[in-house]
């Protein structure tokens, strides 16, 4: 009989993502998701064991062998086959990474399950889970009824909080192997992007710029701040297709949806599908010379004036408040 | 090569979205249909391949009356022909719904690519492509910038969190696009004319020998409820010179947001 819930966690380079632990300490926070255990698959997925000891699952599963030192669909996903049909859970977790977007659907398919993307919230009640997650970027919301004996979740990154690391937890290992087989694609090799060190879906600082920035050699007053405040710069769908800057950095519809805990929108109007991308952000700053643009009628700070008179300023007291640390 | 593109009919990005008064699908008063902008770079890629590779091309879509138009731009950009998957019982479906309809499509037709967008926008489930690639047993590249098609191979460049990773495998492969794999092209006029004339296949689940077997009975994640975003909170305006907005920003959202 199924019972409890399995957590992916994802690991590149032998780095566990953090957005991974997020999602196992919201599982276990979940009482109708059961004993909650994880599996690790990796190049060297024994040695990752002991950061998810921190965040305390009953079992932690692990499968080892240079077949996992890249990523490759058909190899990751006959591991966590195996991790499953070893574990026999009720739900499979995941956190919504592009990892994830291309793994978990495939493997909910194999179970013939239903796959539910970008939880951002849960209201369980009577036996179910009831996940929540954003439709059109946003713009509204679909809670969720799983109709399959498993139920595979993927949760967006930076929503829920990671619980306070122990130290003394010592869940047991178990080493699996999943059958060998020769992919027939697999990651080859991986390219660093130039520039953004930080990802958008996992920055809990967002500033991001629009047609009010002027012109593409201005985003070193953006950046200046993204700097000071460890964040991530993003950009509006009108900048990216004006060529000012690359579409990875895109937050709305059509890119990124994202939830920081601030985002700063500067010289941004606020069209309804940037709106769309980011409305769920904790705290909404914008700065815009417009006082009517829409995106102050989103922002819990509103500033009316020149973003190149006033950034300059707001990363100064940035500095100053960090150096007063 | 013969290459598949799917394409789902969705309301426009500009669109305001409402629920309807049944709590579980959106009010569709005055919405306007379009082809998902992530399949526009799956169509654009395989228009592109087809014009420096040959091959035939051919789109296939989902849904209801909302899926006519679609097609035709498809057609219109340069896709040679068009399937229409249409019946009563293949409404408000899982994207793994979709998918086994799609994957027989697919299969009756032979392809050696499958193109899809990452997403369809709206549903945002960003599972289709998957789900068509293990339902096919093909391997899979999502979200791809770039992409590279010779001797039954393929080499992909996908978009990761800070950074890309090259995928290389064999034909047949799902693809889903990314944006910045391509510029998709206008429909031209000539091709708007072309498209006109072009008889668009539509099946049923009896043509597909699937009546009975799929369905919203058949659909593993089903919508509950569907919800308005919570209402924000009425914000603060800052006033005073520029000194004094960047002082009382910083300090508010130090001590009063507590996010810095």
Known sequence: MANGTLVFIEQRDGHIKKASLETLCQAKKLNNAGPVSAVIVGEKAKELAAQVQKYAPEKIYVLEGSEYSNYSTEAYADALDKAIKTADPKFVFAAHTAMAKDLIPRVAARFDAACISDVMEFQAENGCLNPVRPMYSGKCYGMYDIKSAIGFITIRPNVFALDAAQDAHQAPVEELKAEAKTPRAKVTSVHKAEGQKLELGEASIIVSGGRGIKGPENWNVLQDLCDAMGGALGASRAVVDAGWIDHQFQVGQTGKTVSPQLYIACGISGAIQHLAGMSSSKIIVAINKDKDAPIFKYANYGVVGDIFEILPKVTAEVKKMKEGQ | ?260
Do not use: W
């Open chain 2, 1 to 260: 090569m013969k290459i598949a593109v799917c394409v789902k009919a969705v309301p426009d990005t500009e669109a305001n979205i409402k629920v309807a008064g049944d709590a579980s699908s959106i009010d569709l008063n005055g919405i306007k249909f379009v082809t998902s902008p992530f399949d526009e770079f799956a169509i654009e890629e395989a228009i592109t391949l087809k014009e420096k590779q040959g091959g035939e091309t051919t789109v296939i879509s989902l849904g209801g009356a909302e899926c006519t138009d679609v097609l035709r731009d498809s057609l219109a950009r340069g896709i040679d022909t068009a399937i229409h998957v249409n019946d009563p019982d293949l409404v408000n479906l899982d994207p793994l719904t979709a998918a086994k309809v799609l994957a027989k499509v697919i299969k009756e037709g032979n392809f050696d690519l499958v193109l899809c967008g990452q997403q369809g926008v709206g549903g945002d489930n960003s599972q289709l492509p998957s789900i068509l690639a293990e339902l096919l047993d093909m391997p899979q590249a999502t979200l791809v910038v770039k992409l590279e098609i010779a001797d039954g191979k393929f080499k992909a460049e996908r978009e990761i969190e800070g950074a890309h990773e090259i995928i290389e495998g064999s034909l047949p492969v799902v693809i889903s696009a990314q944006k910045g794999l391509n510029e998709p092209r206008y429909p031209s006029i000539k091709g708007v004319m072309a498209a006109r004339k072009k008889t668009i296949d539509v099946k049923n689940l009896d043509a597909l020998g699937m009546k009975g077997t799929v369905g919203q009975d058949t659909r593993r994640a089903v919508i509950k409820k569907m919800m308005m975003p919570p209402e924000r909170a009425q914000g603060k305006m800052i006033e005073g010179d520029a000194d004094t907005q960047a002082k009382t920003l910083i300090s508010l959202l130090k001590t009063e947001a507590r996010v810095l």
